[in-house]
């Protein structure tokens, strides 16, 4: 969403409501008292295009949409069901939620998500989720993975 802000603002009423204004604030973009609707959110855009590093830009659009890692596979919010990864398209990697998180189904791989908030991470035989809704809660979570030991680091 942070990237797609950058080249167009019809997306920033979603980006800005799921962390956006919290991601413009670190990098000191403000939000103009001066203007209003489209033009104020222009003005931010251009800010933020001013003031956030070229490496920035170039390492989030060199991200992937998971990653493997031996027996994990490591996504935002999911995988579909029955469907092969490779097959899986961008909507399921990023928003996917009961579907995947209902299913007891192996994925050919250990699935590391977050996306869908816990209280407490979970190791379950088919996926791992580690989102503890830092954001509210306080509390970040990390997963260690050292050879055959799993365990988690939190703040």
Partial sequence: MMVAFLED???AGMWLGNGGDSTLLSYSVGMPSDKTGDEKLRSMQQDFQAKLPPAHLQFLRGLGLYHIEKEYLFVHAGVAPGVPIEEQGAEDFLWIREEFLRSK???GHCIVH???IV???EFLPNRIAIDTGAYYSGRLTCLVLEGEERRFMQT
Avoid: C, Q, T
């Fill in 114 to 116: 977050g996306h869908s």
């Fill in 9 to 11: 603002i019809a997306i």
């Fill in 105 to 107: 189904a192996h994925h």
């Fill in 119 to 121: 209280d407490m991470p």
